[in-house]
């Protein structure tokens, strides 16, 4: 039956809402960045003083060896072709060498003394090794996924699942963007010669916060962006027009309709808009000078190798970028470990030093904060001239802010296999970085399908307080 006070009701909203969208959009959306901004500012999980501004997490991805690398076993080279000792590997979890014979496999590289500290370091990468007295060499990992893809996403996001955010997005949730013409987080990534696992874009996912805090991947070689310039005919002020009609646009929906994503959306087109400008102008690398240039080992800016990309890493990080993300694939060596080692640290030790170096000498080491390691590690027994994939030892170091520099922390097994000293979960590095940055990584959590989502997971994770300066 017709109800006419109804009709003229609801007309009469329509109405309200179609001739004040703009107004009531604006509500809607304050309403909806107010209860972001109150978040990402509430003191409940606000720590001490944060000590660093940003992360730049360089990801050897495939899983480096540790015995290769950072963690020195001489007894281990010793047992060299022997069988491994089947006490260590009982009812252990293996990836491919399950149900195989097991010989011990020993170092391939020496390993060197190097700084005032004399910390143990293989030759295979004496640029990392000159900063041994800066960085300090976590040996005590462990993991809990032996696949790479799964590996990846619980070193990201503390979990396996594909809903959880990552942890750019979690620091970008927590703390915002300090660039306005540059997203808050930005994923490069580079392939070595050998090894290259891929990447999916699931691990600089936003999960289930608005997507407006997820990785941005930029591409290395060509255009960082695609399609960023304006299209032939169309001006830039033309282009302003059609960025502010969408938000009025998006703005009459966020009256009807409580949804982050349309904060998102609107913020999306306005940064948009921006990078048009800001991102050739990061990627010009005109104004590096030639001693710059050399000091990364960048033989043509732009090339995508992982040199070129640790120099545009420095660059965004000047731009105010929150997280920066380096993935190169190139450690998955299941054969011929000794000179895919070689190979892999061709392509990365330089760089890596030179970023670290280049950040000091510009006064950024202090506040940037440097995570140098893979998703695993490898075994101490061999998959022919190879190592498998291991879960439960491998090493990561650390530079920068808050880091106490010319330090080693955890040991292994006196055969790498197994981490048995101040040992550290993933879930640990979560809580460090989030305590460096002055969050408190027991209180910083949201609700998600009713329970309290953390980066830091729901078994205790600590702070490594001893690794800080």
């Known amino acids: 039956m017709f109800d006419e006070q109804e009709f003229v009701r609801s007309?009469?909203?329509?109405?309200?809402?179609?001739?004040?969208?703009?107004?009531?959009?604006?509500?809607?959306?304050?309403?909806?960045?107010?209860?972001?901004?109150?978040a990402q500012s509430s003191p409940a999980w606000r720590g001490a003083g944060g000590r660093i501004k940003r992360v730049i997490h360089l990801c050897m991805a495939g899983g480096p060896s540790h015995l290769e690398t950072f963690d020195w076993k001489p007894k281990l080279r010793e047992l060299h072709g022997q069988p491994f000792p089947a006490s260590f590997t009982k009812g252990q979890q293996l990836a491919q060498l399950q149900n195989t014979v097991l010989k011990a496999f020993g170092p391939q590289h020496e390993f060197v003394r190097y700084g005032k500290s004399g910390l143990e370091l293989s030759s295979a990468l004496p640029m990392i090794g000159s900063l041994a007295d800066e960085i300090c060499v976590v040996k005590s990992m462990v993991t809990e996924q032996i696949n790479h893809d799964t590996a990846h996403a619980f070193m990201n996001s503390g979990s396996i699942l594909k809903s959880r955010p990552s942890m750019g997005s979690w620091v970008l949730y927590g703390l915002g963007a300090t660039t306005q013409n540059l997203p808050g987080f930005i994923v490069l990534t580079s392939q070595g010669r050998g090894g290259a696992q891929p990447v999916s874009a699931r691990q600089w996912s936003s999960g289930f916060l608005p997507s407006k805090f997820q990785g941005v991947q930029l591409q290395t070689r060509g255009d960082a962006v695609h399609f960023v310039g304006s299209p032939e005919g169309v001006c830039q002020s033309t282009q302003r027009l059609v960025v502010e009609e969408i938000a009025r646009l998006n703005g009459m929906l966020a009256a009807e309709k409580t949804d982050p994503e349309i904060a998102t959306r609107i913020a999306q087109y306005e940064l948009a808009f921006k990078m048009q400008a800001s991102v050739p102008e990061l990627t010009e690398m005109g104004n590096e000078t030639q001693a710059t240039l050399d000091l990364y080992g960048v033989k043509k800016p732009g090339d995508g190798t992982f040199a070129s990309n640790c120099l545009l890493a420095r660059r965004l990080a000047e731009r105010g970028v929150r997280f920066i993300q380096l993935y190169h694939r190139g450690w998955d060596h299941h054969g011929g470990v000794k000179n895919a080692i070689t190979q892999a640290a061709v392509e990365c030790d330089r760089a890596s030093w030179a970023l670290i170096t280049d950040l000091k000498q510009r006064g950024m080491l202090d506040d940037t904060l440097i995570i140098w390691g893979g998703e695993f590690g490898r075994t101490p027994m061999g998959q022919g001239d190879g190592r498998d994939h291991h879960i439960n030892a491998f090493s990561i170091f650390m530079a920068g802010g808050g880091i106490k520099g010319g330090t080693t922390y955890g040991n292994t097994d006196e055969l790498?296999?197994?981490?048995?000293?101040?040992?550290?979960?993933?879930?640990?590095?979560?809580?460090?970085?989030?305590?460096?940055?002055?969050?408190?990584?027991?209180?910083?959590?949201?609700?998600?399908?009713?329970?309290?989502?953390?980066?830091?997971?729901?078994?205790?994770?600590?702070?490594?307080?001893?690794?800080?300066?």
Not at 12 to 37: C, D, H, I, M, P
Not at 436 to 457: M, N, P
């Open 11 to 38: 007309v009469n909203r329509r109405t309200f809402l179609k001739q004040s969208a703009y107004g009531v959009g604006g509500l809607a959306l304050g309403a909806l960045l107010g209860r972001e901004a109150q």
């Open 416 to 469: 790498g296999y197994k981490s048995v000293e101040n040992v550290v979960s993933v879930h640990d590095l979560h809580a460090t970085m989030l305590h460096l940055f002055g969050i408190d990584h027991e209180r910083f959590s949201i609700k998600f399908q009713g329970l309290d989502a953390k980066l830091s997971g729901v078994e205790p994770a600590r702070v490594v307080k001893d690794i800080l300066a």
